[in-house]
């Protein structure tokens, strides 16, 4: 009975000794995600307070480290779960069972508390990788702005030159269109002409009787003017006076 005593006190040291050493371990686990936080709030390109390469690798190490602490730490605390069960027939005393729910509720503290900082840490590694790839595309799209800008400005150009010889295509295509009408139009009323001087000729009563009707029309235009005229004149003398 004796040496079963020792046994549980050997599990309990274990426990225990882990225990700090989580704890330990799980106050600089929290460091460093402390340090990541200020890095990304305060932190600048010329005087960054953690190494990129160094704290990944810092990371991943202490990370390694605690999940094996803890995985040691529930490995004694399956053994104290079994040492209860088998110590005697009876069962196991009250002052034993607190004792190993104790130690199960630390480590089950200490791992929520690992995978939340592991969590956090890991946030903020995907933001910063996240807001680099961003500065860096940037940085390619000022350093290339400059290039674009000119090739946006011959595209430009070359596009008003074409629209340009278009709109002078269009107009020489409208000038011949109405030169080629124009002289159809002159075709035929040259033929009109012909045909009516033809239609005069022949019938000369016709004939005179055009000549007295673009006479009675001048004659009528020339009264027309005149009138027009002397209603003008006495309308200025009429304001004038």
Known sequence: MA????????????????????????????KLGTNYSSHKEFGSESAPLLNKTSSEHMFETM??????LVSKLQ????????????????????????????????????????????????????????MGSVQRDISAYKNSSGLNRRSELYLKEHDHIRNSERMIDE???????????????????????QKMNSVANRFPLINSLMQKVNLRKRRDTIIIASVIATCTIILLLYAFH
């Open 3 to 30: 040496d079963m005593g020792n046994f549980w006190e050997d599990l309990r040291k274990q426990a225990r000794q882990l225990e700090n050493e989580i704890d330990l371990k799980l106050v600089s686990f929290s």
């Open 63 to 68: 990370a390694m480290e605690i999940e094996q």
């Open 75 to 130: 490995e004694v605390n399956d053994r104290m779960a079994d040492y209860t069960q088998n110590i005697s027939v009876s069962s196991p005393s009250a002052a034993l069972l607190h004792t190993l729910q104790r130690h199960r509720d630390i480590l089950q503290d200490y791992t929520h508390e690992f995978q939340k900082t592991k969590a956090n840490i890991t946030a903020i590694r995907e933001r910063e990788d996240l």
């Open 171 to 193: 107009q020489i295509s409208v000038a011949m269109m109405t030169k080629d009408n124009m002289e159809s139009q002159k075709k035929m009323l040259s033929t009109i002409s």
